[in-house]
């Protein structure tokens, strides 16, 4: 894990950041804010869809209705 870490964000521009076989818990506590921004994204994300299908859903439901009366 250390090694995806590292290979992903391991490196400032200048040199290489931290230790091969070690993650602070800076380190952690960044990886998981970035987690939770990613889980929050994602959340909200799901949400506006969720609020999109239940309007359409409600406009099918409409319609049938309709066509059922005539």
């Given at each position: 894990?250390?090694?995806?870490?590292?290979?992903?964000?391991?490196?400032?521009?200048?040199?290489?950041?931290?230790?091969?076989?070690?993650?602070?818990?800076?380190?952690?506590?960044?990886?998981?804010?970035?987690?939770?921004?990613?889980?929050?994204k994602?959340?909200?994300?799901?949400?506006?869809?969720?609020?999109?299908?239940?309007a359409?859903?409600?406009?099918?439901?409409?319609?049938?209705?309709?066509?059922?009366?005539?």
């Amino acid at each position: 894990m250390v090694q995806e870490f590292l290979a992903a964000i391991g490196n400032n521009g200048i040199a290489t950041i931290g230790t091969p076989t070690t993650i602070n818990s800076g380190d952690m506590a960044g990886i998981l804010m970035i987690a939770v921004q990613a889980l929050d994204k994602q959340n909200r994300e799901i949400k506006a869809e969720n609020a999109d299908l239940k309007a359409r859903l409600e406009r099918l439901v409409l319609s049938k209705e309709a066509l059922a009366q005539k």
